[in-house]
């Protein structure tokens, strides 16, 4: 039986599904922190061979029952539009983890925290807060006395999947991907199950990984490219249409995901794709990654 255990917060999202993916893989035992063990998606990694922990970040005493035994963490959060809840969350998770024996400590942020005027740079804007309260926590990670790498993935493949297509871009499913991206916009597509992979060579070889923050992308990919290639995967046609700037200004207002829209224009520009290459992990195109989740695709077009 392997020695080796990790935490996954988060663990049915898609980026803690990757995670445990991997760990499995490498012969991890993974608890997974879940708020219902009964629900689908929690029965999924089960089934892939993570333990089920009912739980969330603000319960201390389910956290510290989950942490129990391990020695590594993947922590990624929700981020906050209003408050400091993610800043604090992150602060208990790794007092506990710490008490508990964990000695390292993955962390998923986002690549816009690679601008280094990051905050002269989004202050204004309605996700602004998240990015900012990202920012905070990688602070809390780095000071915490724990082994820790902190990954800044760019934009995920999945966005353009049932379930979350259906709030990433509503219109997907009747073939029409309306975006507040600018025509030339690139995005730093990753699959989420590489962020997984990432993470668990991370865990493996603390020496090489620890104390790096690494920036994820294997592609970049326009939008218009991104449509074509849903259409080919799909087999039915899928338009882009780009929001005026008037359109953008006002429905941004109160809208994260077009203020995240707007916040990506440039976010290509963010990552080095020979760098993150050069960590020697495999990345999957897009294509690759349509062709493995065809099912979820969305649409199946009306």
């Known amino acids: 039986m392997s020695t080796n255990t990790a935490l996954v917060i988060r663990a049915t999202g898609a980026q803690g ?9 490498a012969g991890w035992e993974v608890h997974a922190l879940v708020n219902d063990p009964e629900e689908p998606r929690a029965r999924a990694i ?41 800043t604090r969350e992150a602060a208990s998770l790794l007092s506990i983890a710490k008490a508990a024996g964990v000695g390292h400590v993955v962390h998923s942020t986002t690549l816009p925290l690679n601008d280094p005027n990051y905050r002269d ?27 820790w790498t902190i990954i800044r993935p760019g934009w995920f493949m999945s966005n353009f999947l049932s379930p979350i297509a259906s709030v ?38 603390p020496a090489r990984f620890g ?31 780009l929001r005026t700037d008037e359109e953008t200004a006002e429905e941004s207002k ?5 203020s995240g829209q707007v916040l990506s224009r440039k976010l290509d520009t ?7 290459r050069g960590w020697g992990i495999p990345f999957t195109s897009f294509r690759d990654f349509l062709a493995k989740h065809k099912d979820a695709i969305v649409p199946s077009i009306s």
């Open 168 to 205: 990433m871009a509503p219109e997907l499913v009747h073939g029409v991907l309306r975006v507040s991206f600018k025509p030339d916009t690139a995005l730093p597509m990753i699959d989420p199950d590489d962020i997984g992979a990432f993470a668990v060579a991370a865990f493996q070889n």
């Open 211 to 241: 104390g790096k923050i690494i920036s994820l992308a294997g592609e970049k990919t326009g939008i218009y490219s991104v449509a074509d290639e849903i259409s080919r995967a799909s087999g039915k046609q899928v338009k882009v249409v």
């Open 254 to 258: 109160n809208n994260p995901i077009i």
């Open 270 to 276: 963010l990552v080095d794709l020979e760098e993150a």
């Open 121 to 147: 740079t989004y202050e204004g804007n309605f996700a602004a807060p998240a990015i900012f309260g990202k920012a905070d926590v990688e602070t809390l990670v780095r000071d915490s006395g724990l082994t």
């Open 46 to 86: 089960q089934d892939m061979g993570a333990t089920l922990h009912k739980g969330s970040l603000v319960d201390a005493a389910s956290i510290q029952a989950a942490a129990k035994g391990c020695t590594a963490v993947f922590l990624n959060q929700m981020p906050s539009f209003t408050d400091d809840a993610e």
């Open 17 to 25: 599904k990757g995670v445990v993916l991997h760990l499995v893989k």
